[in-house]
């Protein structure tokens, strides 16, 4: 086992090693010339950086080789800028992007791990160099007098006037640039204004009319890439390729900013090993002051030391956060630095918990005390909110007209209060009130007070307290709301709010009047009892009047005075019938709109009306749908046909549940509207038994000679299958292709043209199928599963059948 497992390791090994050869050669070895890197997806780009870096290709490196592989210029650009953006996406370091020639590349040559986040999260100022905040060197400006040419740097020399010339010349190694026709000048080392003036002199000594109609402009082109390294405690110390416009936020941004134990405020830029600069980057976050900000130089050294003391501020200041502080600053310097208190800070005092020796010590700090107090390392400093309550309010609800929060001037008493609230109100509850009151232990107590004599100044006036809750109740507040109730025979009834002198008229007025079934003279006014007998059985609970009153509401005549909860109800004219409607349709000599005529009309009387079906008329298909209105015998009218639906399929659930234990009716399914009729026998005999009386509503069919049979349901092939008196039900079955798997065969039915239905019926072990004619719809239902049965109940059942047996075996043992 020792020997496979390290032939395992080694085979791995060889495995691993092979894979990142093959990877490093793939990109060298591929051909590029049609590539199209637009259509490349973010894991193919991310291959592709990845191949760089392991092969140690720079920016420069990887453009040349991607050119020799036939890849265009634009091509080249599009996939630099997409490795870009998913570097800034992912938060590692990235080429910045092409302007103008001058390319900046700030992939690093080593880089570390990011360290706690939630730690840094609470750094002040660690948002600064976070991913997408990159600082790029504006590539775009004019070439600074004061910039240092150096090696690799590009100098465009435009000569114009009596001469024409330009020239892009790069500085060599050597620090010189060749002018043709002059020779060789040595730039390296000398500012821009000071190269102008040397190439000027060497131009004018060669001829050039410099001057004298002829100008010359030098201009910075292509810049030089310089190394810069960044050490101590950054996010991603190593060394970093920038331009030589870079400046030290530039070399920040690129390696990450320092870690959680990195000084944002005493960072070093070392240049030939002497520190020419410390960098606090506060000031630029605080007051925007970048003049630490330097130009670096190759080979500057930018060491970010570990913090000295750092402390913490936390509660009611604009920016909580942890804070670096610098010898000889104080609590004032940090609170500056965390923005300053919110505005329900409470500034008198600041918390703050110190470190000594082995544990932990809280300190208050006065207000008078920040600029003294020094914070030491470890300080936690708290600024707690001011309290959530009032020293001098006080507070009036109820039967006011200004109800509300009221300042506690000194004497103030509960009569001026009412007064400042700009008085009582006409409905305002006089003979009590009472006053919600603070203890001393912050309990409450309820002091009452006679409110008409406090108004009437015959009580002595009472001095109101720091948080007091004067309350005063309307009497409508008191009571329950009157209303009077009015139904029958109005256009709107329903509740109607009760008021005093309140008669019937005006209550059917409110209701909109009269309907034209309303009989004014015979209405009922049902009133309560409040003084029943309780111990009588047949103590009245109600009383009712009969009212007859003026059909047109004048208001001459005596008037019924209601009293609260009274009952009104509007009966209807006696003989009052509404025009009612059936349709009848289909095949027949006049199908159309019929008013029904007589109480007693049946369905042959209006098929009579009609004219008889005609000629191609299919009696045995006749249909009558009726609504559920209807089925019930309610005006659908005045009967909200929803509800009833809604209650029917309750009705139905609650069956279903009962029996099965469940339900699986939905709310929304379809109720069947059909009536099952046999119109040719009706038409045979008129007035029998299934010869309907007609509804209000009622619609009748007749369709034409049905010749098709429909199969639907659990059948292989739900079809649609001419009609053959000959063929049985079975056979329709065998035209559809028979049943499925999951088809419950004895559960299959027959729906007729009529909206009969007809099921199939067991007789010992046979199926007896119901016979199928013309229009009739085949419909064969889904199997239920049936649930296995339970551990328990298996063992019941045993239980069971082991006890019927003993029963058994002890009456054989008696017989004998």
Known sequence: MKYILRLFTILLFLFLTGLKVTQAQSLSAADLSNINVAALTDAQIRQIADQAKNTGLTDEQLRQLLQTKGMPDEQINNLQNRIRALASTSGAASPAPDTSGRRLNYTPDTALADGPQGLKARIFGADLFRAGNSFEPNLRIATPVNYILGPDDQVNINVYGNSLVDWKLVVSPEGTINIPGVGVVAVSGKTIEQATAIIKSRLAANRYAVGRGTNVNVSLGNIRSIKVIITGEAERPGTYTLPSLASAFNALSAAGGPNVNGSFRQIEIIRNNRIIRRLDIYDFLLKGDQKDNITLRDQDIIRIPTYRVRVEMLGEVKKPALFEVLPGETLQNVITFAGGFTDRAYTAKVKVTQISNQQLRISDVTEDDYKNYIPL??????VDAILDRYENRVTINGAVFRPGEYELENGLTLGRLITKAA?????????????????????????????????????????????????????????????????????????????????????????????????AKRIAVARRI????????????????SVDVNDQLGLNGTHFALKPYDIVSVYMLPGFEKLKTVRIEGEVVSPGNYTIMQKNERISDILKR??????????????????????????????????????????????????????????????????????????????????LLIEDGDVIRIPKLQQVVRVNGEVLYPSVVVYD??????????????????????????VYPNGTVKGTRKFIFFNIRPDVRPGSEIFVPERQQRRGLSLAEITAVGGSFSGLIAVILGLISITK
């Open 530 to 545: 409040n003084t029943a007998d309780p111990r009588s059985a047949n103590s009245p609970v109600s009383e009712v009047f």
């Open 377 to 382: 390392r470890g300080d936690k400093f708290t």
């Open 423 to 519: 008085g009582l109100k006409e409905d305002a509850f006089m003979d009590r009130g009472y006053i919600t009151r603070l203890k001393s232990d912050n309990t409450t107590e309820l002091v009452p007070f006679d409110l008409r004599a406090i108004v009437n100044k015959t009580a002595p006036d009472i001095a109101l307290q720091r948080e007091d809750v004067i309350s005063i109740k309307s009497i409508f507040d008191l009571r329950d709301q009157y209303t009077v109730t009015i139904n029958g025979e109005v256009r709107t009834p329903g509740d109607l709010q009760f008021a005093e002198g309140m008669t019937v008229e005006d209550a059917i007025e409110q209701a909109g009047g009269f309907t034209l079934s309303a009989n």
């Open 725 to 750: 008196s000959g063929k049985s039900f079975k056979g329709y079955l065998i035209n559809a292709g028979g049943f499925t798997t999951k088809a419950s065969r004895r559960g299959a039915y027959v």
């Open 610 to 691: 009609a004219g008889g079906l005609t000629a191609s008329g299919y009696a045995e298909g006749g249909t009558l749908k009726r609504t559920n209105a209807a089925i019930l015998g309610v005006d659908k009218s005045r009967v909200d046909t929803n509800a009833l639906e809604k209650e029917r399929i309750q009705r139905l659930k609650s069956l279903q549940e009962n029996t099965n234990g469940s339900s699986n009716v939905d709310e929304n399914q379809l109720r069947n509207d059909y009536v099952g009729i046999d119109l040719k026998k009706i038409i045979d005999k008129p007035g029998s038994k299934t010869d």
